[in-house]
T-cell receptor, first 115, second 112 residues
Framework: AQSVSQHNHHVILSEAASLELGCNYS??????LFWYVQYPGQHLQLLLK??????LVKGIKGFEAEFIKSKFSFNLRKPSVQWSDTAEYFC?????????????FGRGTSLIVHP | NAGVTQTPKFRVLKTGQSMTLLCAQD?????MYWYRQDPGMGLRLIHY???????AKGEVPDGYNVSRLKKQNFLLGLESAAPSQTSVYFC???????????FGSGTRLTVV
């Protein structure tokens, strides 16, 4: 079965610092990759997604992610974080299992940005 | 556009009681999902549906049942609630089985 690992459970940064959140998955076939953000008390919102093509994906709010197939990784980056980026971030993989695509989420990374 | 609407938003149940959570989407999406979110566990898939009249088990289906009688609605049922089912439940829908989900705002369920 596929799995998704997010290595950083809690990250604390100051405003203007750079951010990189790690995401690795275990699945050898074709995958679709996602990053979602959950602001306090809210539902998950899609930040960016990768289906195919350019492995460097740009999303909303200045976030980007790079798909490195050889490393089974899809790390999220932002060059300069803001206080408003305080949230929980989830990596997700959608992989073909049997006849269906089954989505799997990582356990999440809690990001706190100090002003 | 309403997107994905979940009702109720909050509920407290006593052990052994039953209830149904409703998820409604107005985007004509084929695929719908029920997740539970617990601290430190991320989101775990309970059941999903690939179209009207179809349902399938996810990662943690025990203690739950679902129905998709209409394309726009996906119901999650708890027949006999247990404290272990205390959680936040999210519904999601997608136009494609490849993903890109739209989530509802969640239902916070407490079983005492």
């Amino acid at each position: 079965a596929q799995s998704v690992s997010q290595h950083n459970h809690h990250v604390i940064l100051s405003e203007a610092a750079s951010l990189e959140l790690g995401c690795n998955y275990s699945y050898g076939g074709t995958v679709n990759l996602f990053w979602y953000v959950q602001y306090p008390g809210q539902h998950l919102q899609l930040l960016l997604k990768y289906f195919s093509g350019d492995p460097l994906v740009k999303g909303i709010k200045g976030f980007e992610a790079e798909f490195i197939k050889s490393k089974f990784s899809f790390n999220l980056r932002k060059p300069s974080v803001q206080w408003s980026d305080t949230a929980e971030y989830f990596c997700a993989v959608n992989a073909r299992t049997g006849g269906s695509y089954i989505p799997t989420f990582g356990r999440g990374t809690s990001l706190i940005v100090h002003p | 556009n309403a997107g994905v609407t979940q009702t109720p938003k909050f509920r407290v149940l006593k052990t052994g009681q039953s209830m149904t959570l409703l998820c409604a989407q107005d985007m004509n999406h084929e695929y719908m999902y029920w997740y539970r979110q617990d601290p430190g566990m991320g989101l775990r898939l309970i059941h999903y549906s690939v179209g009207e009249g179809t349902t399938a088990k996810g990662e943690v289906p025990d203690g739950y049942n679902v129905s998709r009688l209409k394309k726009q609605n996906f119901l999650l049922g708890l027949e006999s609630a247990a404290p272990s089912q205390t959680s936040v439940y999210f519904c999601a829908s997608s136009y494609s089985n490849r993903g890109g989900y739209t989530f509802g705002s969640g239902t916070r369920l407490t079983v005492v």
